[in-house]
């Protein structure tokens, strides 16, 4: 197979992946079959879809069910639990970062660390509590070593998180950092380029801007950074 059939294959699978994490039937003409094939786990990953089936809007606890005792892709091994996300799931404004770390891993919480206190923080000068935002992370189990996630290992989690925006359907989404932006927008454009401009995901505004880790590293971009939470306030109807 060249390499960009691969890759049309490879998207495909992720996005029948995908709409079977979000609750959706799918049901696809098998040519050496009279009648149509609907969609199971042991379905072939690929296949013509012409027809989809949409299912309700699943809540969190449904998408976390799902998710199980996850083992889709090799961060199982390395994980001491799964870090699913919190906050309102019904929160107007919800961020996504990369994959948790060692805090992280160990209780179970997204942004628990020291660039957790931050994004608390930076969330607070927004006028939201965390508890009325949601916060998640691209892949749900630590890396090793905080490397960062493999294509794969995107490929298999991103699913839940797309699930996940389904679910809470916030008005605004914020990445935080090169890696989610990427993973997300699926552009390798660099941070310091994709930061601060209104993109959108899944028909949601979307504001990359920097990891709060990386704003602890270098504190002369917090303004930035804090511009462009500015504008995520703005479109949410806030006075900066
Ligand atoms: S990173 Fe996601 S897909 Fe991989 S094992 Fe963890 S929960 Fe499952």
């Given at each position: 197979m060249s390499d960009e059939l691969t890759e049309i294959a490879l998207e495909l699978r992720r996005h029948l992946a995908w709409q079977e994490a979000d609750g959706t039937r799918l049901i696809w003409k098998d040519p050496n079959l009279a009648a149509p094939v609907v969609s199971a786990r042991s379905a072939p990953a690929i296949a013509v879809v012409p027809k989809l089936e949409t299912g309700p809007r699943r809540t969190l606890d449904e998408i976390r069910t799902e998710l199980g005792d996850c083992k889709r892709c090799k961060l199982c091994g390395g994980r001491t639990q799964i870090v699913f996300g919190s906050g309102s799931?019904?929160?107007?404004l919800m961020f996504v970062g990369e994959a948790p770390g060692a805090d992280e891993d160990q209780q179970g919480m997204p942004f628990v660390g020291k660039a957790g206190q931050l994004l608390t923080k930076m969330i607070e000068a927004m006028k939201f509590t965390r508890d009325e935002v949601y916060i998640c992370n691209v892949v749900k189990c630590r890396p090793p070593e905080n490397r960062n996630p493999e294509p794969d290992e995107i490929a298999a989690c991103e699913p839940f998180l797309k699930a996940q925006v389904a679910s809470v359907r916030p008005k605004v989404l914020v990445t935080l950092g090169k890696f989610a932006a990427q993973a997300l927008l699926k552009d390798q454009t660099a941070i310091t380029r994709l930061r601060g401009q209104w993109r959108e995901y899944e028909g949601i505004p979307l504001m990359p801007t920097f990891h709060p880790a990386y704003l602890l590293r270098v504190p002369a971009e917090k303004k930035l950074a804090w511009g462009d939470l500015q504008e995520v306030m703005k479109k949410l109807g806030r006075t900066p």
């Open positions: 799931p019904r929160a107007e």
